[in-house]
């Protein structure tokens, strides 16, 4: 309990931007290194085997979002009651959490891989995949549905690590296996490729992947841990409610994330082919990869947010918010500029049709142009779960992924004729509406928070 009082402390006391570098860091790093693991089967399928099957696996990923919920509802919520348990120095719901979590994954992970396994197919004709790029898209996702149980459990422990401040070994664990995925990607793609299966090759590696992290992390949790073991493997009826309701809003931004891209492939197919499901493929995967140093950073806020609001000390916990808020803008600019700048190039590395990248510039650049509003959407959605509200963190991400974000893609093409370019205008016009809203919502809560201080 010594090392977790030593971690307490530090959350408590150290200077707020001290504290925002050395937690946001290991985050951020250990969030692009996964990232890169996904982004990598794109880039190395799209230059490898060709533009259908990249196009196949951008198909592909927003229904890899079901186990990314699964793991974030789980981690997510695990962690919210981790760090405030921390905060109130309650050891003994503190000896529950990785329990709980064990059952709650392999349940889970079971009904994913056996419907997913089952039903891949009729998933993918959702998002409007048809011929060559369908048969691709459902090869590679039948794989990825297999490795459900290792990916979950490997996410969702990895979030409850950073939810007791461990960044840095949550990055070293979900690292080792990224950087493995990152080598065996070539190997297995052109060993595959020469019997015409190229794709599946890639799914391959990332399964072995997942596996290798999955290995290294029973282990830790079992072995290496010494304030978090997994004990009684048992659903746990005290936590699991609380578990479920922060945890569901964390989830609701992946699930949501798969209806979201599943509507935008499907209207855009309607308006420019597969020349626009390529492109949107393409910037979809970008905005997923430039999302997740935002994501890191909100890992490294959680336990500082939580553990602070348990402790009581209300004045720390905006002082925190505030600076987060701001760093996250300044990072988001990492992206936002390149993008505004070199968009062909940043194209290229995934379509090596160059008539198809030109043809995609523009609304590349419009689809980014309020980027840095998902900065503040990502980090108040963080504070809200980090506080116990899960309530209003399930609005702001239904609102952004659903509620508002549905009809702009349908209706935005309809308008002045605008075709396949308002896809990408309702993903900038609803990015900057949620921002917004985001700022409107932060306020008010610091009002509550000073009036309890």
């Known amino acids: ?55 196949a696996v951008s198909i592909s990923y927003p229904f890899t979002l079901i186990n990314g919920g699964i793991a974030t509802l789980i981690g997510v919520g695990s962690a919210s009651i981790l760090s405030r348990a921390i905060g109130k120095k309650d050891k003994a719901t503190m000896d529950k959490i990785m329990g709980n979590l064990v059952m709650m994954v392999f349940v889970l992970s079971l009904v994913v891989t056996a419907v997913g396994m089952v039903f891949t197919r009729q998933l993918l004709q959702f998002s409007g995949a048809s011929g060559e790029m369908l048969n691709q898209a459902e090869s590679y996702l039948r794989i990825i549905f297999a490795g459900s149980l290792f990916i979950n459990f490997t996410q969702s422990s990895n979030m409850v690590m950073r939810g007791q401040g461990l960044l840095k070994k949550a990055m070293m664990i979900i690292t080792s296996g990224s950087i493995l995925n990152i080598i065996l990607d070539p190997i297995f793609i052109s060993y595959f490729n020469q019997h015409g299966m190229g794709i599946q090759g890639a799914a391959y590696a990332t399964l072995i992947s997942q596996v290798f992290q999955f290995f290294i992390s029973v282990w830790y949790f079992t072995k290496k841990s010494e304030d978090l073991k997994i004990r009684k493997i048992r659903f746990e009826k005290d936590i699991i409610p609380e578990v479920c309701s922060v945890g569901v809003s964390a989830m609701l931004m992946q699930v949501m994330t798969l209806v979201q891209q599943t509507v935008i492939f499907n209207v855009a197919s309607r308006y420019g082919g597969d020349t626009s499901l390529i492109l949107l493929g393409a910037a979809l995967r970008v905005q997923n990869f430039a999302f997740v140093p935002l994501w890191g950073m909100s890992q490294g806020f959680q336990p500082v947010a939580g553990t602070n ?75 809200f779960q980090s506080l116990g509200k899960a309530s209003k963190a399930s609005i702001l991400v239904m609102l952004r992924q659903i509620l508002l974000f549905i009809p702009a893609v349908i209706l935005f093409p309809m308008l002045a004729n605008l075709g396949e370019t308002g896809v990408w205008l309702a993903i900038a016009v609803v990015d900057g509406f949620a921002g917004i809203l985001c700022l409107f919502m932060m306020l008010k809560e610091f009002r509550k928070l000073r009036s309890l201080a």
């Open 309 to 383: 609001y348990g402790a009581k000390q209300y004045d720390r916990t905006i002082k925190l918010t505030k600076v987060f808020v701001l760093s996250a803008i300044v990072l988001s600019l990492c992206f936002f500029l390149p993008i505004q700048i070199i968009p062909d190039k940043i194209l290229s590395l995934f379509i090596s049709d160059i008539a198809i990248v030109s043809s995609g510039v523009n609304n590349f650049r419009l689809m980014f142009s309020t980027y840095s509003a998902l900065a503040i959407f990502i980090m108040i959605v963080t504070l």
């Open 1 to 55: 309990m010594v090392k977790q009082l030593d971690t307490r402390t530090r959350l408590l006391t150290e200077k707020p931007l001290k504290l925002m570098f050395s937690l946001s860091i290991p985050g951020i790093l250990g969030m692009v290194v996964v990232a890169l693991y996904n982004l990598m089967d794109s880039i190395f399928v799209g230059q490898m085997v060709g533009s259908v099957e990249m196009g």
